[in-house]
């Protein structure tokens, strides 16, 4: 973090100054404090007069300087958040999928709002905090000790104890905020699910469950932050009254003095007023120690994120598909002891379209997943025109893989920024696209057509419109390989036959379909049909291969009606 704290030097240096220069008016007032008092003892009118004029041109500059202060404090936090704040995003967004779905979202969230806030507060704030004790403590001090050394002595005596306190209870302190944080970000999450899934709450009435799921959360929060909080308030509390006691020994020692005649009554209130400008730095010392040392752990988090490398740096730029994909002997398992694919072969070529088909939990979806790069802990190859996917660079790797998922993510935007994703296109292509995915009956039903907001997640759209502008999104990118992971599941029939008919004709277009619907006629435009059967290829043909083999695609097409209900006559004339 140190980085940062130095990021705007200049600033830095500006707020040390004049934190410096506020000091020193403190002294400034014990000292006139003094001459009042002395003047009063003395009965000198003339001299009381004067110090009076000149106390209320004090009071005003230390007013104008104390506002600057605080504004050019606020200057360097602004600025200085404003680049952390940049930066981390920047990592995070910069992250490959693997190493962003090793974290839940909530954690990012949390270290967005909550931890953010606390950095500000106790790290940055606490620093500049500390500079500004540090000074008045040491200003007081030599003044004290030009008064009269002897004080100094009573200082040293009792001020070992303010110090003392943060080492002894620091690494408790620290360990409470880090279990009050971690409490804060599993109630994000937890709050996060049951807003996403108030709909599933109210339809299956589990509210009262739900309400004490949110009751648990809810006082393991408030459990860490009273915990953090009794713990802080003791050391606190602590250092307070090895304060007072620092106090009390200077007023006891003064006075003593001012009896002896060694010190006048001036200097004594002199004493007193200083004695604040130690005691309390002291005191804020030690809680700024603590805050510093508590916030370690939070620290950590951000230093993670801020120092993790971007494994995207070094790989290989591969700008066009030549040839093909190749899965080699390719097994993986998500948990160790569970394969999830087992010596998986087989091979794309340049412009086939290849669908994916098996009963649900055969590894399908995970097979893409590992095209795509979201792992590269498996054995065996996977390799596109006969380089190996772990060394392509991420970027580049979607620069050749467009993917349509079944759960389509939606801005809340318009309808075309939903589709071009923050480029621009040209109308003419946005609207050859727009005919290629099924979307021109709904663009022209709407009063706004393409600018028609979808709004939160798309929640104004029904689920087969979110999926044929997930189709329109990944076309528009113009990738030579298209990913479609259950991408028409949404659809009705007739309309999933039409769109994938067109994306079919698309000849250069190599496609990789996983699809649960088994329908002959879509089927059978297929080059290839790759069957998988717990993590195991079953059978590789084109659909007449595999009915005519009479083997476990087979069984699969006949048992979801394919070849009885008749449908296939259906669909192909809806298609004519
Ligand atoms: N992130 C994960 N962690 C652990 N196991 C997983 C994970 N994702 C999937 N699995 C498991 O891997 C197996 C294969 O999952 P996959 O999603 O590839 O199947 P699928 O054939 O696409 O299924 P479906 O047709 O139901 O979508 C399943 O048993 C699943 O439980």
Redesign the pocket.
Known sequence: MKKYLYKHKGLLIINIILMFVLTLTDILLALGLKEIVDSGVNKNIDRFKEILFYAIIFVILSFLLDYIVDVMKAKYINKTFLDLKEDLFSKLIQKDIMSFRKQNISHYISMFTNDITMLEQDYFNTILDFIYQSFRLITATVTIVIINPYLLVTVIIVGGLPILIPNLFGKKVSQYKKEFSDSLSNFTTSMKEFLSGYEVIKSFNIENKIKEEYANFNSEVERTKYRFKVISSFVTALSSVSGFLMFLAVIVVGTYMVIKGLMTVGYLIASVQLMNYIVSPLGNLAGDINKIKSIKKINEKFMELLFSTVSDKEGIEKVAFNDKIEFKNVSFS??EGRD?LKDVNFSISKGEKCAIV??????????L?LLLGYFDDFDGEITIDGIDIRKIKADSLYQLISVIQQEVFMFDSSIKENIVLFNDYSDNYLNEIIEKSGLKPLINSLDNGLNTYVGESGCNLSGGERQRIAIARALVKNTPILIL??ATSSLDNETAFKIENSLIDIKELTILV?T?KLIGNILEKYDKIIV?KE?RIKEIGTFQELIDKKGYFYSLYTIEGGLIDGSESKYLSAAE
């Open positions: 998500y948990k999830v098996g009963s649900s939990g055969s590894g399908k979806t995970t097979i997943k992971d259950e996983v649960h998988i993590g």
